[in-house]
């Protein structure tokens, strides 16, 4: 496709529950970025995969969260045994180059909503 | 520790009138800064961008002001129009990769 695609854009489930969101990056971009925005907050830096290095978790808020990215291409985040303080909008990027040459392109989002 | 901080979380413009839109930052060794622009229901998009060896980068009606010694970096847009209504954020870098965004400010340009 021609943007970044994420899915699902909406997901609902109970506390204690697994998600998976997935990200699909634009062709040939080589670094991807995982953001969440939960609400009244900015753009929460979560997780950096560029090429084959190894990622940078820095930003991952506990050990229930994970991510890879399989073949350079698509992005998988993992939310184990959710909490309410999981619900957020999480947001996949990706770009053509990693550092300071210019713009992130996002995609849409997975609304997540933990009961 | 917010690192880069949007001090206004709204701001309401008459249309045609100039937005001006404020982010101040922390960390001296950002060398790099970028507004995104924010519609309901949809990722944040890439405005424009602003090198820290600039003060000035204009295109169009969005212009970006840096001052380095105050650590703040300014959006201006001219003339404002309803479809400028969004959500902004500022974002630094500090020659890596890894981008730092402010909490944004909602914008609501009035007709």
């Known amino acids: 496709g021609a943007g970044v695609s994420q899915s699902p854009s909406n997901k609902v489930t109970e506390k204690g529950k697994d998600v998976e969101l997935r990200c699909d990056p634009i062709s040939g971009h080589t670094a991807l970025y995982w953001y969440r925005q939960s609400l009244g907050q900015g753009l929460e830096f979560l997780i950096y995969?560029?090429?084959?290095?190894?990622?940078?978790k820095s930003g991952l808020p506990s050990d229930r969260f994970s991510a890879e990215r399989t073949g350079g291409s698509v992005s998988t985040l993992t939310i184990q045994r959710t909490q309410q303080e999981d619900s957020a909008v999480y947001l996949c990027?990706?770009?053509?180059?990693?550092?300071?040459?210019?713009?992130?392109?996002f995609g849409e989002g997975s609304r997540l909503t933990v009961l | 520790d917010q690192q880069v901080k949007q001090n206004s979380p709204s701001l309401s413009v008459q249309e045609g009138r100039i937005s001006i839109l404020n982010c101040d930052y922390t960390n001296s060794m950002f060398d790099y800064f970028l507004w995104y622009k924010k519609y309901p229901a949809e990722g944040p998009t890439f405005l424009i961008s602003i090198s820290s060896i600039k003060d000035k980068n204009e295109d169009g009606r969005f212009t970006v002001f840096l001052n380095k010694s105050a650590k703040h970096l300014s959006l201006h847009i001219v003339p404002s129009q309803p479809g400028d209504s969004a959500v902004y954020f500022c974002a630094a870098i500090s020659g890596t990769y890894k981008y730092i965004f402010g909490t944004g400010t909602r914008l609501k340009v009035l007709a």
């Open positions: 990027a990706s770009s053509l180059f990693s550092g300071n040459t210019g713009e992130l392109f």
């Open positions: 995969f560029q090429g084959n290095s190894a990622p940078d």
